[in-house]
């Protein structure tokens, strides 16, 4: 029996709705966002559903929350009101969670409402690569929350594998823009330490990765 657990917040890739829409799993939008969830004006679009099982998971509470299923019109009417702060300033929608490649398939149909908005990730990158690579056709950048390059660490924290999130990462070092890819390194608190810190940089500047934040975790027991 495996010793992986289970995530916590799972939901389906995709809802299809009436003549097969899909749906989005809409838990809140936070609007007039700067400098971060990446360039302009951001809309941060929060979404259920994750494949991890964090052990100081941040958003635990508003995981758990019910969430408003939506159509991709009906999330236009939601975030247009902001499109001439998108315009002027190269904004847009960032989308997180949770995992938000859970729901490529929305994204696909919602993408062409809105062709000139920034489309930002925030992920994890644990999925089949198949779903990322359909992403790097959607997203315009990726905020790329990687934890640790350590599998063991990373397997204690997560309750996953690490295998597909460093597929991935090694995909989007080929085929994207390093400008547009965020990675984001904590110092978690019982897990990792500052030797683990800087090996995983190291490690990911090797791949060709430019933009590598690191900061602490800061868990209040």
């Keep these: 029996m495996s010793d992986m657990k289970e995530p916590i917040f799972h939901s389906p890739q995709s809802d299809k709705g009436g003549a097969g829409v899909p749906r989005y799993p809409l838990l809140g939008l936070s609007r007039h966002r700067m400098e971060i969830d990446g360039e302009g004006v951001t809309t941060l679009v929060v979404g259920k559903g994750c494949p991890l099982s964090c052990a100081y998971c941040i958003?635990?509470?508003?995981?758990r929350q019910d969430q408003t299923w939506v159509t991709p019109e009906e999330l236009y009417e939601k975030t247009r009101v902001d499109d001439l702060y998108f315009q002027a300033t190269g904004g847009g929608l960032?989308?997180?969670?949770?995992?938000?490649l859970l729901h490529l398939d929305f994204y696909e149909a919602f993408r062409p409402?809105?062709?000139?908005?920034?489309?930002?990730?925030?992920t994890c990158l644990n999925l089949p690569p198949e779903d990322v690579a359909r992403a790097a056709a959607v997203f315009d950048a990726f905020i790329i929350d990687v934890k640790t390059l350590d599998p063991a660490i990373y397997k204690r924290y997560t309750g996953r594998e690490q295998g597909p999130l460093v597929e991935n990462l090694k995909y989007l070092a080929d085929v994207f823009d390093p400008a547009r890819?965020?990675?984001r390194v904590p110092l978690i608190p019982d897990y990792n330490d500052k030797a683990d810190l800087e090996k995983t940089?190291?490690?990911?500047?090797?791949m060709g990765f430019l933009k590598i934040e690191r900061f602490p975790y800061v868990v209040r027991k």
């Design 59 to 63: 958003n635990k509470s508003v995981l």
């Design 94 to 100: 960032c989308f997180g969670g949770g995992e938000s």
């Design 113 to 122: 409402l809105c062709p000139d908005w920034r489309f930002t990730a925030e």
């Design 181 to 183: 890819l965020h990675l």
């Design 201 to 206: 940089k190291t490690a990911l500047e090797e």
